[in-house]
Structure formats: structure tokens, C-alpha cells
């Protein structure tokens, strides 16, 4: 249509030069934002990959198993299990926490909460994630580490301690610790998510359950629940997202130990906490394998990526069949 | 659609380029220097322990010489990588380089190291009930971090602290997770006390403790002893100095418990005159005639290459530091340099450039 207009040289000796050029240009700046963002991507996987080469080489795909980081010059052997495995163990942990607390905290501000509590609990809420990473983990440190071995893990060991994971001595610092430390961080990410996906559930659909004889608690779980299904697993991975990637806090928390430990109490390390304390500070071949756990990291953070697309691909199918089967039903 | 997405993909190439291109040349620059002119800046960076020494060494050396000195405080491997790339004009280095580092850092033109600060590290540790001040000795320190001393009152340390009244509380060593001149030096001198940990552990500025718990600089150590009960770890001199930690004696080879300060580096330095290949000097072995001297102690080095296009200037730079720069030490808990250092120093400079 543009074109067809443009084509006609009347219109088109009309037109200014501003106009003329305004379409060119939008295409031209648009590509050259969309070009940067993926020249940023194939950069940075690019620099990774050449700085990790002297320990890809050295190691190869064996270092994802090896259980063992030591940088002394004289032995110089390095591997990722260490890490890999705290930061899926504290990761998974902080989600097991975090995503039903978010939608509770969700469902208490959209459905349940008088109109005047909703904006400052909100609030309050989204500040949790405007507390700097550094300030937590020193809050850590100080204030919940204590409290983790003086109080919660002693409960968790002498009720849970055959488990090997809550056996062995109670820490301030570990696993558990940086757990808590990321349930808090990534909590008022998947609430603010699941909150606006939780008020695009249609009214319509909330007051036929009600009509119907839903009681709230009914209704929450058969309409705003499945409806939300793919925002809520959107928000949760978004959550484990942060909680993967998160370095300082970590790193201030978790103890800093290069060998994979049984107990969630004790000391480990992770991915991103790892780089972080050590990076700056080293040379050779500890930095190539340092930029490799940075590889393994960013194909750790595209795979969660995928996996959640999927998810939500799916679930949305299925979400509508269910939807369509109640109504059915009903 | 295809075209397009190819236009997108060409564009995205063209400029991986570029910003790559962009970033060798930058760096070709940078190594190749300004060059010339008396008064070019000297850009360095490394250690962390020197840095409060160079903060004071820059000021004072740009009014004296209009030579302004930039300095990163990155961590010794830091300063040993990018002096090895040539990025800065020196590096510095808590420990002194391995024979693998200099054949690397070799590879475009030889460098020299030479010791231009000189401190100690200082165990600290808490214990409730325990008497301040414990006794220890090298034997039982490296026990501990070795994980075979669990308990505050075992027999090892019952016997250096007769009549004290020890609790039976669990020992948590903390150390550094992150690299350290302190470790360097700690290690170094568990290493030269203990053969289970010289081979167990071994001697660098990071190292693979086989127990405890690891936190991040100084304060970090600082906060996980203070925050443990029946925890010790270690850290700077400094920092010991300023803090409010619980410090343990710690038995020198004279059989004496020496209160660690400057005058005690000072006279552990006074006890040893060797001065190893590559101005290597270490504290750690000090002579049974070494009357309070303190067993921690240790040099930090800088790293420069003998080529280079700012010789001028970092001659007068590092002469200055060896030299009048000394006296800021002892306010920063630093020790001066002894004599046969600044003068095998001042051998090593004249090789610059030449």
C-alpha cells in the first residue's frame, strides 16, 4: 500500500524529504539494533570459547565429571562437577522454595487481599529485588548463616539427619544457606510475573465458576491456576534463571569448597560464584578453565531456556483442552 | 524473509568483526606505547597486599618526577597475566613466579622480578572461653588446616598453652577463596614446617584446602571467624593490626612466641641473607639465630620487562619505591626493605633497557 502510494508521482513530489527517507531509515536502524544484539551474542560466545581453548583442549569434555579444583602451579587440575553440581543443588532448591511461596504471595494479593493491602504488600514485595546481591550475602554473613546452623539445621538433622543430605555437622556457610539466600532473591521476580499473569485471568471466567457454586478456593484452582499455567512456569524459570546465574551473594555464603560435599550443610561452590571470587586473580591455564565453567554456564542457561519454551508450548495446548473438558463437563 | 534474516546475519558478522578488530588493534596500541617523551605514565597492576603502599608511592612520586603511576589492584595472578600479555608496563606479584610463569611471561622478551614490599600474615582466630593470645606452632597450624586437629583442646595445643583452659569446641578453619598474597605467605610457611603439607597442599596464592570453610579478602575472613565460634583463619598484617581479632603467638625457629608487628617482619627479614635466582627471597625458613623474628613474613615482587619503551621511567619508579618510598611502610604495616635487598634491587634495575 505504502509503495502503491509512493509510486504515484504526484504523492510522491508531495512528500518532504523527512518523509521520504523515514522509511528507509526505520528499516535501516531497526536491522542495525537486531544485527547488534546478535553480533553482542556471537561476540561473546566467541571470546568465551577462545579464552576457555587452552583448558577445553587440556581437559576436554572430561572436565564436566571431574571432582577436583585446584590451582596450585604445581598440580594445576581443574573440573566443573564441583560446581555444576552446587549450583544445580542450590538452583533447584531455591525454586522448590521460592515458586510456591511467589504464587501464594500471587494469589493473596490478586484474589484474596482488601484493595488497600494490595499496593504496599506489592510494593514491598518488588523491593525484595532492589536490595543489591552484596548487601544479602553480608546480611548472609552476619544474620542468616548463624541462624541456619544455630537453629534450622539442627532441626533438619535430628529429625531428617539418616538422609545423607541433612547429615554431618551444621554450618553457617553452604549449600543450604545460599539456597535461602536465592529463594530470596528470586522470589519477588516469579511473584511480580505470576501476579500480572494471575490479572489477565478474565473476570468473566472467575464469576462462572462463582455462579456455579465454585468456592474461592475452587475457583482459584480451576480457573486462575490453569489458566496462568504457562506464566507461572514463565516466572519460575525466569526465577531459576536468576538463581543460576547469581555470583556475589553466593560466593559470599556458600563457603568456597572445590570438591562436591553429601550434606546440604556443608561447604560448596557454584558456576557463577566460582568465576566470580576467582577470576580476577588468576592466569594461565586456571583462567582458561574458569572461562570454560562460563561455557558450561551459558549452555547451562540456554538449555533451562529451552526447556521452558517448551513447557509453556505445550502447556498452553494442554491448558485449553482442559478448559474445554471442565466446561464440558460441567 | 530468508533474504532478510540473511541481511541481519551479514550485518551481525560485519560487526563481530569490527568490535574484534577494534579490540586487537586497541591492544597493539596499548603494548606498543607513547613512547618517547621524559614523562609517559607507568601503568601497572597485581597485588592487592601492596596496594594501600602504592596508593601512598603514587602521589608522592608524581609530585617528586611528573610521572603519574596507574595502578589496578587485581590480585597477583592478575598482575602476572597481564604483564605476561604485555598490557601494562609491570605487574606485581605476591608470590614470586614459578618457573613455568617466567617461560611464558618470557616468551616476548625476558622479564626480572624484584622484591619491593615486605609484610606478614597474621592468624586470628575465635574461641569463647579460650585465653587470648594462645600459643601455637607452625606443626599445629598446618594440623588444622590439615583437618587432623579437630578440637581447641587437643593434647598439641594443651601442651604449647600449659594451665590455659581450653574448650572442647570443634576447629573451623577459614582461609581465602579468592587468591592471596596471604595464603602465598601462609602456605608457604605451614609448607616449610610440615612435609604432609607441602605435598598435601602444596604453596600458592590459591591453593585447595582440604577442610574449613573459604571467604572472600581480608573482611570476608574477617566476619566468618568472628561469626564462628572455634574458627581461625588468617589475613594481612594490616588488617590484623586494625581489627579487632584474636590474635594467636605463633612459634618462631628461636623457640619464641613473637608479637606480630613491623619490628618482627623486620628482624625475620634481618635473618636472611640469601637471595635466590631472580631476587627470589623466602621468609619462611628463618634461622634458629633469628632472635623475634616473626615466622609469617613475606616480599611482594614487582614484575618488569627488561625491554621496554618507558625504561627511564621505570627505573626512576622502582628505584624510588625500593628506596625513598620505604618510608611510608611502617604506617601501612609494612617493614622497610634490609639493605642487601635494596642493594641487590638496585643491581636488578640497572638491567632495564639495556
Known sequence: ?330 | MSKRLLGVLLAALALTLGVAACGSSSSDSSSSGSGGGASSPLVGAGSTLVAPLMSKWQSDFASKSEITVTYGAIGSGGGIDQITSRTVDFGASDAPLTEEQFEEANAQGEVEQIPWALSGTVPAYNVSGAPKNLKLSGEVLAGIFLGEITSWDDPAIAKLNPGASLPSTKITPVYRSDGSGDTYAFTNYLSSVSPAFKSKVGVSTQVKFPTGVGAEKNDGVAAAIGQTDGAIGYVGLAYAVSSELNMPLVENSAGEFPEPGVESVEAAAAAVSKIGPNNEISLAELPASAKGAYPISTYTYVIVPLETEKAEEMKKFITYAITEGQSYGPELDFAPLPKQVVAAGKKAITKIGS
Do not use: C
Open chain 1, 1 to 330: 500500500m505504502e509503495a502503491g502510494a509512493l509510486s504515484n508521482p504526484v504523492l510522491r513530489a508531495r512528500r518532504n524529504l523527512t518523509d521520504r527517507i523515514g522509511d528507509p531509515l526505520l528499516r535501516g536502524l531497526s536491522g542495525l539494533a537486531a544485527a547488534l544484539a546478535v553480533a553482542v551474542i556471537v561476540g561473546i560466545v566467541y571470546e568465551v570459547i577462545h579464552l576457555a581453548w587452552p583448558a577445553i583442549q587440556r581437559f576436554g569434555i572430561g572436565f564436566l565429571t571431574t571432582n577436583d579444583w585446584n590451582p596450585n602451579p604445581l598440580v594445576q587440575r581443574f573440573g566443573a562437577a564441583p560446581f555444576l553440581y552446587g549450583t544445580v543443588v542450590t538452583s533447584l532448591i531455591a525454586i522448590l522454595f521460592a515458586a510456591p511461596l511467589s504464587i501464594a504471595i500471587s494469589i493473596y494479593l490478586t484474589e484474596l487481599a482488601p484493595e488497600r493491602v494490595r499496593r504496599p504488600v506489592a510494593t514491598l514485595v518488588d523491593m525484595l529485588a532492589a536490595i543489591p546481591t552484596v548487601i544479602l550475602g553480608l546480611w548472609g554473613i552476619l544474620v542468616l548463616g548463624p541462624f541456619m546452623r544455630d537453629t534450622i539445621e539442627p532441626a533438619l538433622n535430628s529429625v531428617l539427619g539418616f538422609v545423607p543430605i541433612f547429615g554431618g555437622d551444621p554450618s553457617a556457610f553452604g549449600y543450604l544457606t545460599a539456597a535461602v539466600i536465592l529463594t530470596i532473591m528470586a522470589t519477588p521476580i516469579i511473584t511480580s510475573v505470576t501476579r500480572e499473569v494471575f490479572e489477565t485471568v478474565p473476570g468473566d471466567l472467575k464469576e462462572a465458576s462463582y455462579a456455579l457454586g465454585a468456592t474461592r478456593w475452587e475457583m482459584v484452582r480451576q480457573v486462575v491456576l490453569p489458566y496462568s499455567r504457562p506464566g507461572i512456569v514463565g516466572a519460575t524459570i525466569l526465577g531459576l534463571g536468576r538463581a543460576i546465574g547469581e555470583a556475589i551473594a553466593v560466593a559470599q555464603v556458600i563457603g568456597g569448597a572445590y570438591l562436591i560435599n553429601a550434606s546440604l550443610f556443608h561447604t560448596g561452590g557454584t558456576l557463577a560464584a566460582q568465576i566470580a571470587s576467582q577470576f580476577q586473580n588468576s592466569a594461565g591455564l586456571q583462567k582458561a578453565s574458569l572461562a570454560y565453567l562460563g561455557l558450561i554456564l551459558l549452555v547451562f542457561a540456554v538449555i533451562v531456556n529451552v526447556i521452558a519454551r517448551v513447557i509453556v508450548q505445550r502447556g498452553g495446548i494442554k491448558d485449553i483442552d482442559v478448559t474445554e473438558t471442565e466446561a464440558a463437563a460441567l
